[in-house]
């Protein structure tokens, strides 16, 4: 659980006119609590254009983060309203020249009444353009109670994510760098990272990466030159569902631009320039890399051809 808050402006600092009467006065100017007004309901008509109401929504067509319900809200400050989705609830205020915004994590039915005492605090406390100290102890809630998360994980559990170096074996990648001595496999490990109201991390028991070298010596001219070749298997992801499994593998292509199709392998596959192929089938999306030649094209294409061959011994034994 999390709250944020924010300061969005205090108009005096905007203005000299505002400054100036803040100055003289103490108090915040009616020009600058009028400049104030304005930049909040431009604020509210912005929030309001950019928010979907969970009613409006049309299923897979919209992040549910993005969908919200507006609401004016009363007894914070001179104007406020609030936005409620699935995830938080937030509230945005104005008190005089000042302009705040509060959020609070969702956690249970007490979330929302929570949010406003908090902001109705920050917009008691903001006096003659100043914060000032709170009047006497500020309440506090012992009895809070957290329902369990009963919202679905979009990522499978630890035990049943595979183990790297089963789908990509020794014999494998001896089967593809036959002419090349490959060492045995470096694995590392991983967790998995639940963000939710109380956040935790798993370790995987299995490994989630498989790295192998594979190298060779050749005498060229009387010259002894040594080739070698980076081979790379990891578990991308391991979704709950075939739908989640397509958000995780379309993402990860975007982020490294792997925009070449292959067809023939998995569900779906797709390499980068870099001879990576991301691969998958259905709740699993993996990758599978073989590194060297990248300043040699005949080199950089041989590892293609043989990043292809891996990744069809990779496939076959996906589930």
Known sequence: MSIRFLVAHSILALSMLGITAAR??????????????????HARRLRADAAIRPRDLVPGEADPKLNRDIEPLTGVG?????????YEVAIRARKDDLIFFLTLDKYS???????????GQVANRWRDGAMVEADGAIASNNSVEIPADTRASRTAPADQWPDACALLQPEDVRAVFGDMKVDQPRKTMGQLRYDSRID??????????????????????????VTTNSI???????????DSSKG?????????????????????????????IYIRKGFLTVAVRVGGG????????????RVLEIAKLIVAKLP
């Open 248 to 276: 995780y593998y379309a993402v990860a292509l975007k982020v490294d631009g792997a925009d070449t199709p292959v067809v023939g392998l998995g569900d779906e596959a797709s390499m980068d320039i870099m001879n990576r």
């Open 109 to 119: 039915p007490q979330t929302q009444p929570n949010a406003v005492a908090l902001a």
């Open 200 to 225: 935790r991390v798993e370790d995987l028991p299995k490994p989630i990466r498989c790295n192998y070298l594979a190298s060779k010596t050749t005498l060229i001219n009387g010259q002894r030159e």
């Open 294 to 305: 990248e300043r040699d094209q005949a080199l950089h294409d041989d590892a293609k051809r």
């Open 78 to 86: 001179d104007e406020a309203f609030q936005e409620t989705s699935d």
């Open 24 to 41: 003289a006065q103490n108090r915040p100017s009616q020009f600058a609590c009028h400049r104030s007004a304005d930049s909040f309901r």
């Open 232 to 242: 790379e298997m990891s578990v991308q992801n391991v979704a709950t569902t075939v």
